[in-house]
């Protein structure tokens, strides 16, 4: 790393997330080239680190990736790009060999893989480390990571903007990316990291709902940050809501993996005890997630519940305890015994299936950007991501954006001289509760008005909201001192000015986009791309 100042640095790549698909993209770039990791918070804050269930890959004898591109497509409501769901499919097995050699210790069923099954899967294909995957593979990643001398790892930076030819020196206005301007959480500076290459892997925009699985962070940083830099996002109205998050007023964000309805568990009614999803879909809890989210929905609404139970206490106690050892714990410790009583939940937000475009290399619309992991929109998930298939998109498309970035090395310009960020605005703020009032408010209208099932009425509701805060919030940071609350909610309120936007725009009924305004599906599968 070559340091020109205290408050900037020039590098060859920066890679903005240390999730999955950031170090993936860091360890295959760092064979050649000296990588940059910023991190908001530290370096296990992302969505990686909570990962339950496993990774998708064509394992078992009998599966075809036939098979599971077509899972992949019907969970997606065939808006996937059907390119990218053969390329991820097909890699997928590669990159689960990856992760073995990394020593990524996968529960094993004699010398193969044990593979779990969740919903929209027609055969057994999660590999797994028992119900808390994502945090073993984090693990695997981030210590080879810190082990490789080329990567230097900077938690605790929130990005701000990325530096493009506006930030030039000598104001070239185009759209080339040279980096990142990221705020020092510790001394409130902010630095300048400029690059030849940048990779935003900054994951989703979840937090902009007032139940969601994600954590803190997931305010959509990286799309904001693309969005405003000038690059094309799609498919943002494409939220997922996970079917089985804990319903428990302390704990409002822990998930209840899919994996439970894979290995047998079943959804009932808390007062009648009636299994209700095979009324709904003769594929009952094993449907893909859009289907059964709407069918809790519709039975909370219906009988005016809080919640319904999950029950998987038909199966031995030593099943459950071994599959599940991490949610068994937990809920021990909140008064439930999941091997003899039911989970209550209910669904929350859990996946952005949009964002930033990026074609099979990871490359978005500006120079020198690319974008992987759950902050694009690749065409893999379509209208609805099939469960397991997020971590796969991460590694397979950190590895693209790497792979393209090495291979036209070359042609990547060392960067400019770029202005430092204006410092001028010293004021801190007097009135934090301005923005933590923003950001609940946010949080409920999105919640309420744009959430399972959708009216165009509630929608534009949304809109003029978001329209009458999004005055009062720039007002707010074009005066005071920048903060990672004040970066947080100017963020949280642009992903929700996309994704109103997006579902503004499409009149029809598709995955995870319903309303009772369009209920139809249209013939042609159409994405809603907006442009900045
Ligand atoms: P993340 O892992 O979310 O990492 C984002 C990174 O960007 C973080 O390091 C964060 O600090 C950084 N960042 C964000 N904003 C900024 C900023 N402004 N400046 C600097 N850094 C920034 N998927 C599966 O396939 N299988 C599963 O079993 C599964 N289980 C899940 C369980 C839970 C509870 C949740 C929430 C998700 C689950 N998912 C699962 C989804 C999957 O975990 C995520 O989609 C995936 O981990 C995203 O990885 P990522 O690298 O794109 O982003
Ligand atoms: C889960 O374990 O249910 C989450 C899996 C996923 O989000 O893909």
Redesign the pocket.
């Known amino acids: 790393m070559e340091s020109m100042n205290p408050d900037h640095s020039c590098h060859d790549v920066v890679v903005?997330?240390?999730?999955?698909?950031?170090l993936t993209a860091a360890l295959a770039l760092a064979d050649k080239l000296k990588v940059l990791v910023?991190?908001?918070?530290p370096?296990t804050?992302?969505?990686?680190a909570?990962?339950?269930?496993?990774?998708a890959a064509v394992l078992a004898a009998g599966d075809t990736f036939e098979e599971h591109i077509r899972d992949t497509m019907v969970a997606g409501a065939g808006l996937n790009r059907i390119e990218t769901v053969e390329y991820v499919v097909e890699r997928a097995p590669g990159a689960i060999d990856r992760l073995v050699e990394l020593g990524v210790p996968f529960n094993m069923d004699g010398s193969a893989l044990h593979l779990t099954r969740e919903g929209g899967h027609s055969h057994r294909r999660i590999v797994h480390v028992n119900d808390a995957?994502?945090w073993a593979v984090h693990q695997a990643l981030l210590e080879a990571a810190k082990a490789n001398p080329n990567i230097t790892l900077l938690p605790g930076?929130?990005?701000i903007d990325l530096i493009t030819g506006r930030h030039e020196m000598r104001y070239s206005g185009s759209g080339r990316v040279w980096g990142v301007y990221?705020l020092d959480e510790e001394t409130g500076h902010v630095e300048a990291h400029t690059a030849r290459a940048t990779v935003l892997?900054?994951?989703?925009a979840g937090r902009v709902y007032r139940f969601s699985?994600?954590p803190r962070?997931?305010t959509g940083?990286?799309i904001a940050m693309a969005w405003r830099a000038g690059a094309r996002v799609s498919n943002m109205e494409m939220m997922q809501f996970h079917p089985t998050c804990l319903y428990n007023l302390e704990v409002k964000n822990f998930?209840i993996?899919e994996a439970v309805r894979g290995e047998g568990g079943h959804l009932k009614h808390p007062e009648t005890g009636h299994r209700f999803m095979p009324d709904y879909d003769e594929r009952a809890e094993l449907a893909p997630r859009d289907i059964v989210a709407r069918a809790i929905d519709d039975q909370i609404k219906r009988y005016g519940l809080d919640f319904v139970h999950l029950d998987i206490s038909h199966k031995p106690p030593e099943f459950v305890k071994e599959h599940f050892p991490t949610i068994h714990e937990k809920l021990l410790s909140l008064g439930i015994d999941m091997t003899s009583q039911p989970i209550p939940v209910v669904p929350a937000q859990?996946?952005t299936c949009g964002g930033i475009l990026v074609d099979l290399a990871g490359r978005t619309d500006l120079p020198g950007l690319y974008a992987a992991?759950?902050?694009t929109e690749s065409g893999l998930h379509g209208a609805n991501r099939l469960a397991?298939?997020?971590?796969?998109e991460?590694f397979v498309f950190g590895e693209a954006s790497a792979a393209h970035i090495l291979e036209h090395w070359d042609t990547f310009d060392i960067p400019p001289p770029v202005r430092a960020w204006d410092e001028s605005r010293v004021t801190d703020s007097d009135e934090e509760v301005v923005i933590k009032q923003n950001w609940t408010e946010i949080r409920r209208f999105m919640w309420n008005y744009v959430g399972i099932v959708r009216t165009t009425k509630r929608l534009e509701r949304a809109m003029h909201r978001i329209q009458l805060l999004n005055t009062e919030v720039e007002e707010y940071y074009r005066h005071f001192r920048v903060s990672t609350d004040l970066?947080e909610l100017r963020n949280l309120l642009q992903s929700a000015e996309l994704i109103v936007g997006s579902a503004l725009k499409r009149h029809e009924s598709r995955g995870l986009h319903y309303t009772l305004d369009y209920p139809d599906t249209l013939a042609e599968p159409q994405d809603t791309v907006l442009v900045p």
């Open positions: 903005v997330g240390s999730g999955a698909a950031g910023l991190a908001k918070g370096l804050g992302g969505s990686t909570w990962a339950q269930g496993g990774i995957t994502g930076r929130s990005c990221a892997a900054t994951g989703g699985t994600a962070g997931a940083d990286g998930l993996t859990h996946y992991g759950e902050c397991s298939n997020s971590l796969l991460c970066i």
